[in-house]
């Protein structure tokens, strides 16, 4: 057994919503290993974003507690996890979420900039690179398809060495090849620097190249 | 915080030019230009006027008193700097070639006058060099003497004791006196000469004057020194002789800020719009950097060094493109004011920074706080949109921090107050009357065209939103209507100041039997009827109050007054407390009282007042009081007796009357006709007051078109940044198959009803508001002025329309792709 990186004890989430107080995800627990590759699967509205968020500490739960990395994030207050997020941990969205203003160069520095490290744009230029697209760093978002852009996303996301990365539905927006290379270079990511993945996915195929794979229905962890 | 701060750095610039702060610095390029503009054009004309109307006192500041004041206020004046005089004027004889005329002498000393211009000639004309008084033992004496007197070069003319030399024609000088009493025509001498005259004994009337002259401040820190100022000592200011000419200047001040506050507050609403678009489109940003693991602290501090980057940068383009409107205005207006401008100050750059600091902070703050508490969730949710319920602790800090700054700035707690007051008010109206209007658009969705039911349909459907731009339009709009108006109403007011049929002429001394005579010379010639009125030459002895009470005598009260008695309350009077005599009344032995006076002495009606005049003492009861128009230049008297106590006391008639500046026969004939008859020629002391107002028109009248050329840009801009939402959907419904001309349509619907609405609400509003402004801060008569208001709707809605339609025109004739790309 490898250490654990990521422990989630009995986690609840509630919602208050007009129909009363909603439970999205209920008892859930997980423990997930450094290095593992872990898929998360399950019908749309199953609350699998809802559980990225919170293994993630970017939401609290209602209950229970999240081990991330060593801290108990669900005591932490935000800015602390923050830090966590800043030093240690990656994201891939979906819709991708690259600044439209800023070119891919800029997009991926971001996080650097923000953890205050040096010498940001040659890190950044090479995370670009690794994920194919030395050529495509001065591009603005709008010039680049949907596989690259994701690309950008990853690169942006793996340039600050993180241990841990999430991803939610990483393949939700993109056509077929181009799924099959951002779950390739996300594989490829996995075994060049032991990090571990967390990939919310639609994907089957993506989700059976994963070494785990859990499955939620209706807030709860089937399997 | 620090790397918040490295980080908004370096992102400064990329940030700005993509276009989120851009928008924000826009709107405040524009606040700055158009408040240096006013301000810097402002103060320069208001100091000009101010230049100019000082030439009535000759002095900045000056002190009045019926006793010698001694040396002390000067030689405290000339320690702190201030220019000063000193001037003696008293009524005396004068003694030439065996014949006499009462004049008004004047001694001063060689620094007379402070302002103004003093213009002496020789018998030939010609201009002599001279320093504010005649050498000792020389006079300068007025055409009227030399006329009179049959005078020449250096002639002797004798007054009281001593014999002095006519050096030079006295052509122009300052402080005229502008009331109907300066009979006498002047004579100036040198301050020393007055003892050799002996003239002035105790008990003569004279009038002693200080002169001071300097910056606004060090004469206001000069009369704080000596305040308390005896009670004796009448204290006179330019912007406080509380006649026509201060009126006209405290007036045409008060216009300017008007239009100062006006475009404040327009500025301020579209600041809030900039902020509002600045704080959406940043918080895909921030909640981005919260994920990536940036703090709160990171964020605040990131996003205020941005401002304030862009604050320093938008004031100095906006400081700078103000200064060239204010250049181009003054080189338009140079010829036109005839006095030298002053130089502009540095205060408006400090008004300036001061008003982009609280836009900036007061519109941005509250969104500065949400995003900094921005959850990063959102980005997994997708979802970037503020929710509306913040929005009214938003609108409470930023209208809270506007009030702060308008007070700080103007210190005009009224006005301040007033247009707040009233803004927050038909805010209130708009947004239900604009609720209104669009609830009642969704009856009418379904009878029209594909493009116009789209359009309204987008109205309806963004219901709040709609509601606030209605408000904000109409807003923007009403004030400058508002501003409109009011500029109209004011140089109405004052072009009938000057007008062409005011009085330049004054009789009086005429005499009962000599009435009918002169009446019927001045209706034939003039060809018009002719009004005289009555002058009795009397003393208030004392005052009974009605309440018993102690009678109150001594300075204030016993004074040697002009009394006059009418039947009827004159035009240009109005009764403001009391009531008028009427005929039937079988014994009225009752006064009427100027308000102003009535209120200096503490009078109220009923109280006795104790008069002599013609040998006799009579007792009057106080009726009413009234008020004068004073623009109508009439003789103003402080009492007027009923006619049962005024018609059998000894009196002389005097009469105004309007005599063609081309026609001088009929004063010249006139003179020859009546000799015992005075008369005094206006035209000089009038053309001073006209030139006075004429610049104070002038400038209204520019820095309305400022705060105009500001107002329309600024409603433009707001329209282009509500146009944001719009440009998504249009780019949505292209996708969907609409054809362009479709979609165009339904924006042109769109925004032309949104015209429509805000434009039928602002004149609404502008009634109301302008209606308040005239009675309240300018004393004006309000009518509403059709022609400014349906002008203002036609200009308005066009604006709106037009712009509106530009601002999307772009997005609809570029690829829909293209801008669902960028989205
Ligand atoms: N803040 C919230 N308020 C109300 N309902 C929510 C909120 N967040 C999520 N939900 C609901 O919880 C359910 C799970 O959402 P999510 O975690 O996004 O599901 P998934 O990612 O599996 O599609 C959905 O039905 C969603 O509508
Ligand atoms: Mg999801």
């Known amino acids: 057994m490898k250490n654990s990186i990521l422990e989630v004890k009995n986690i609840t989430k509630e919602v208050n919503s007009p129909e009363g107080v909603l439970t999205i995800i209920k008892n859930i627990n997980l423990s997930i290993g450094s290095g593992d590759v872990v898929s998360i699967v399950g019908p749309s509205g199953s609350g699998k974003t809802t559980l990225l968020a919170i293994m993630a500490g970017l939401d609290l739960p209602t209950k229970g507690s999240i081990n991330l990395l060593g801290s108990k994030i669900t005591t932490l207050n935000e800015d602390k996890r923050s830090q966590i997020r800043g030093k240690d941990v990656g994201f891939v969205f979906q819709s991708f979420h690259l600044l439209p203003r800023l070119s891919a160069l800029d997009n ?87 990090t571990t993945l967390i990939i919310v996915t639609h994907d089957l195929i993506l989700a059976d190249q994963c070494n785990t794979l859990h499955e939620l229905a209706e807030g709860e962890l089937i399997c | 915080m620090l790397k918040g701060f490295n980080h908004g750095l370096r992102k400064f610039w990329s940030d ?85 005329l009462l004049s008004s002498i004047k001694a001063t000393t060689p620094s007379y006058p402070l302002r103004g ?27 009227k003497l030399v006329e009179q007197l049959g005078l020449e070069q250096n002639n002797e003319m004798a007054i009281g004791k001593a014999t002095f030399i006519v050096e030079g024609i006295l052509q122009d000088f300052p402080d005229r006196n502008v009331g109907f009493l300066a009979f006498s025509p002047t004579v100036i001498a040198n301050i020393n000469d007055l003892d050799v005259m002996g003239v002035i004994q105790t008990g003569s009337r004279v009038v002693y004057r200080n002169l001071f002259s300097g910056s606004e401040n060090n004469i206001d820190e000069f009369l704080e020194n000596i305040e308390p100022v005896p009670a004796e000592i009448r204290v006179q200011k330019i912007d406080g002789i509380g006649d026509q000419l201060g009126r006209t200047l405290d007036r045409s001040t008060r216009f300017f800020n008007l239009a100062g506050l006006f475009t404040i507050i327009i500025a301020a609403i579209s600041s809030m719009i900039a902020a509002r678009r600045y704080a959406d489109r940043h918080l895909l940003n921030t909640s981005l950097m919260k994920v990536f693991g940036a703090s709160k602290n990171f964020i605040v501090a990131s996003q ?53 600091f609280c836009l900036v902070f007061g519109a941005a703050s509250p969104y500065l706080k949400l995003l900094g508490e921005a959850e990063p969730i959102r980005i997994l949710r997708n979802d970037f949109q503020f929710k509306l319920k913040n929005n009214l602790a938003i609108y409470a800090v930023a209208l809270f921090t506007l009030v702060v700054f308008l007070l700080l700035l103007f210190e005009d707690i009224f006005l301040v107050s007033s247009i707040m007051g009233a803004m927050i008010i038909l805010a209130s109206v708009l947004y239900v009357i604009g609720s209104l209007m669009v609830y009642l658009l969704s009856f009418f969705q379904s009878s029209s065209g594909i493009g116009w039911k789209l359009g309204l349909k987008n109205i309806v459907h963004r219901r709040s939103e709609s509601v606030l731009q209605i408000v904000v339009f109409g807003l923007s ?12 109403g004011l140089i109405d007011s004052w072009k009938e100041t000057l007008s062409e049929d005011t009085p330049n002429y004054f009789f009086f001394n005429i005499q009962d039997y000599e009435l009918p005579e002169i009446k019927a010379y001045l209706d034939q010639e003039l060809d018009s009827a002719t009004v005289f009125t009555p002058l009795i030459r009397g003393r208030l002895l004392s005052v009974q109050p009605k309440e018993g009470g102690l009678m109150k005598s001594g300075e204030m009260i016993d004074r040697e007054s002009n009394l006059t008695w009418y039947d009827a309350i004159p035009d240009n009077n109005q009764v403001v407390e009391g009531s008028w005599w009427t005929d039937d009344a079988g014994s009225q032995m009752e006064v009427s009282i100027d308000s102003g006076i009535a209120a200096s002495m503490g009078l109220s009606i009923g109280d006795q007042l104790n008069f002599a005049a013609g040998g006799t003492n009579f007792t009057a009861i106080v009726s009413n009081f009234r008020e004068v128009t004073w623009e109508s230049f009439a003789p103003n008297f402080f009492f007027v007796l009923s006619p049962e106590l005024g018609r059998d006391l000894p009196q002389s008639f005097i009469t105004s009357v309007k005599i063609p500046t081309d026609n001088n026969q009929v004063s010249k004939g006139f003179v020859e006709r009546f000799p015992t008859v005075t008369s005094v020629d206006l035209n000089a002391a009038l053309q001073q007051v006209r030139s006075i107002i004429g610049s104070a028109s002038l ?3 520019y820095i309305f078109i400022l705060a105009l050329i500001a107002g329309i840009l ?8 509500s146009a944001d939402q719009r440009k998504k959907e249009s780019a949505i419904l292209h996708t969907l198959g609409a054809k362009r001309s479709k979609i165009f349509q339904s924006a042109a619907a769109e925004f032309l009803v949104l015209g429509l609405l805000s434009g039928f609400t602002a004149v609404f509003a502008a009634t109301l508001f302008s209606g308040f402004l005239s009675t309240q801060v300018f004393d004006l008569n309000y009518k509403p002025n059709i022609f400014v208001l349906g002008l203002g709707f036609t200009v308005g809605v066009l604006s709106i329309s037009i712009a509106g339609t530009l601002a999307i025109r772009k997005t609809i004739y570029t690829s829909p792709v293209v801008t669902l790309r960028n989205s």
């Open chain 2, 117 to 143: 211009k003093l213009v002496i000639t020789d018998f030939n004309g010609q201009v002599i060099e001279h320093a504010g008084s005649p050498k000792r033992g020389y006079l300068w004496v007025e055409p």
């Open chain 2, 477 to 488: 709009l009403m004030f400058l209507m508002v501003l409109a108006e009011t500029r109209t």
């Open chain 2, 16 to 100: 700005l030019t993509s276009g989120d702060l851009l928008i924000l610095a826009f709107s405040i390029v524009l606040a700055v230009t158009a408040i240096s503009g006013v301000s810097f054009l402002g103060d320069r004309l208001k100091s000009s006027i101010k230049q100019q109307a000082s030439v009535v006192l000759a002095a900045d500041l000056s002190f009045r008193s019926a006793s010698d004041l001694g040396a002390q206020y000067l030689e405290l004046a000339a320690t702190q700097s201030l220019g000063v005089a000193e001037t003696v004027s008293f009524l005396s004889m004068v003694i030439a070639n065996e014949d006499n």
């Open chain 2, 699 to 701: 400038a209204v009248q």
């Open chain 1, 108 to 194: 991926v520095m971001l996080p650097l900039e923000i953890s205050g490290s040096e010498h940001a744009q040659e890190k950044a230029k090479d995370a670009l690179a690794r994920v194919g697209l030395e050529k495509r760093v001065q591009h603005f978002p709008n010039q680049l398809s949907g596989g690259e852009k994701q690309r950008v996303a990853i690169a942006r996301a793996m340039v600050n060495n993180p241990k841990i990365l999430f991803a939610d539905e990483p393949t939700g927006n993109l056509d077929k090849s181009s799924s099959k290379a951002v779950s390739e270079l996300l594989f490829s990511v996995n075994q060049s620097m032991d």
């Open chain 2, 304 to 356: 205020v060094t941005q401002l304030i980057l862009m604050i320093l940068i938008a004031t100095s383009v906006g400081l700078f493109f103000g200064y060239l409107l204010q250049s181009i205005l003054i080189g338009v207006l140079k010829d036109l004011l005839d006095a030298e401008l002053p130089s502009a100050s540095f205060k408006p750059i400090g008004i300036a920074f001061l008003t982009s």
């Open chain 2, 714 to 721: 600024t409603l433009i801009a707001s329209v282009f940044s």
